[in-house]
């Protein structure tokens, strides 16, 4: 089974740029669909960004223009490019993988914290 793990949170200054990375330990190709979703505090988890291996991909409005998916099937990874980041960015991010026969997983998420 895939197991997922995220990397590349911290802190930084609103406006600024991270670059969130899931890698996973097994092929990505058992995964229909890869997304990242976020937490925030006392707020539910809500889907961010999906990419399917056909390669449609599916934004929040509320990062549209700012956030850009990418999966690379060789390497096993799926990438979330965060730009423009605002303090309401702030959350726990996931790493999600929908498999062909009908399993979710999720990976450990990492945290994100814009500062104003």
């Known amino acids: 089974q895939v197991q997922l793990v995220e990397s590349g949170g911290g802190l930084v200054q609103a406006g600024g740029s991270l670059r969130l990375s899931c890698a996973a330990s097994?092929?990505?190709?058992?995964?229909?669909?890869m997304g990242w979703y976020r937490q925030a505090p006392g707020k539910q988890r809500e889907l961010v960004a999906t990419?399917?291996?056909?390669?449609?991909?599916n934004y929040a409005i509320s990062v549209k223009g700012r956030f850009t998916i990418s999966r690379d099937n060789a390497k096993n990874t799926v990438d979330l490019q965060m730009n423009s980041l605002k303090p309401e960015d702030t959350a726990v991010y996931y790493c999600?993988?929908?498999?062909?026969?009908?399993?979710?997983?999720w990976g450990r998420g990492t945290q994100v914290t814009v500062s104003s």
């Open positions: 990419i399917t291996s056909g390669g449609r991909i």
């Open positions: 999600n993988c929908n498999t062909w026969n009908g399993y979710i997983l």
């Open positions: 097994g092929s990505i190709a058992s995964c229909n669909a």
